[in-house]
């Protein structure tokens, strides 16, 4: 099979960025522990990319908020009246006090200062100040008093933004990914669970376990089922890649025919993998895809078609049960990632999405979250906001998950042993770390 | 939905299950004392339940800790003190009269 995957050469000026991917298959080590990169990171990523900053649903009635911290930075996303979202810098007018912490809601339509009591309308407008007469003039009008506004987008039934004011709009930066993703239904999705974990690793390093998926043969014996080295048959998991310029990827397709455990049937294969992710992950398959599976058991498919005939029992169920599941499609499949940080995982109706972000200034730090997502029966979206759970230590996490975590803080381990220069990446398996780190480096180098 | 009735004022809103009596009144068109606006950190709000007790929900966590604050330093309080609680942290599950002075319909400067 012939892969895709050739990386665009670097496009960022020579001396522009300290520890810049030079060759696109070798990945200087300092770029996941120096606290230069780090810096620059935080300065010229995260206070300019468009980034996820919460679910739709996570607000979801006038007056909810929710609080979105990064690069040192706290942002309250706010339920407007009218239904739309509108998002602050998080920080009194007067002397800078927060103004909301984690989720909550603002009763009364009424954004107050527990410090002095300034409060201002969901829209940012001041609506009060206490004892005006103190203070000289110029300090009071409107737009003196109004609480600054970051830039806000929606899409996939999330709320995205950026802390760049010059940044394109969220439509422009993300691109052919949003179209790409779009089938997939995410905006019917509803959080299952969300839960996160703290991990010794720089974020960069933590995300990259979940964008290919070369790993799965010696990680996750639950997924090779046994099948030692090259039984395990990569070739039959890929469809190559497609990397967008800006960062966003997502693969392909598998082209190759039959499953990647050798000696297995398709049936088999298909129904231990289902089996393996849903004890594994928790996430997908969930009881309804267990339930739809265990319905074909006694029928009597040819062996090729049960994935086929899965999914057709599968809409047949969604049909009856009122769930809008979307058509199947073919435009992508397995795993996409949207620059910087977000990384997805979707399976028919469900999808796994990752986010993680650098802890503090600790480059070596991170905060990983997962979101486990499914498409609800009409009528049934459950009705209050989801729970951040955790943090969860690596150990309690489902088995597949504790896998990867286990492996990414191995790797800051072994990032900083002698001899350790650079990270060597396979550009047919793991051209959607190369691409992600191409665009970093466009971000870094930028004035 | 639930019916709360507030004295002395008189008046009664219509609580829906799971939102608060200070969100309910306010959405009624009520003017309830606070100053906080619904964070459980003033105490402005706080009311008392004089009939109907049983369809109270219990406080949670964070109005516990307040009215315990609360309890501290009032010397006395007239009746049970289980009766004071948060307007905006009440929720109900079926009639209730509460008492709280100050709550009352807004009159608009432009009514008659």
Known sequence: MSLDIAPTPPSTPATAVPHRVTDPIRIPVERYYATDFASLEKEKLWKRAWQLACRLEDIPRPGDYIEYEVAGESILLIRQDGGSVRAFNNACRHRATALGEGVGTFYGGQIVCPYHGWRWNLDGDSSYVYARTGFDAACLNPEALRLREVRTGEALGCVFVTLDRDAPPLEEALGDILSVLEPIGFDRMRVRWWRHVLLDANWKMAQEAFMEAYHVMQAHPSLSMGAADEAYNLEATLGGFECFQNGSAHALHPTGAGVPVEGMSVTDYFIQFNNALYVGTDAYATEREMFVQQGLMEADIPDEQFPMAFLGALAEYAKGAGIPLPPPTMATTGYAHIFPNMTVLPAYGNSIVYRVRPSGDDPEKCVFEVWALQIPPEGEEPLGRPELEGPIPQDNWPQIFKEDFSNVTKQQKGLHTQGMDELVLAGGYEAMIVNNHRRIDEFLAAP | ?112
């Open chain 2, 1 to 112: 939905m639930a019916r709360v009735r507030v004295e002395p004022a008189g008046v009664e809103v219509e609580v829906p299950a799971g939102v608060s009596v200070f969100a309910a009144a306010l959405e009624a068109g009520l003017s309830w004392p606070t100053i906080c606006y619904g964070q459980a950190r003033c105490t402005a709000c706080a009311l008392r339940i004089v009939d109907g007790h049983r369809h109270a929900e219990p406080p949670g966590p964070d109005e516990d800790g307040v009215l315990r604050q609360l309890r501290g330093r009032r010397r006395s309080s007239a009746g049970d003190s289980r009766d004071t609680r948060l307007a905006c942290r009440l929720t109900v599950r079926g009639a209730v009269t509460v008492e709280k002075n100050g709550a009352k319909p807004i009159v608009r400067e432009d009514s008659p």
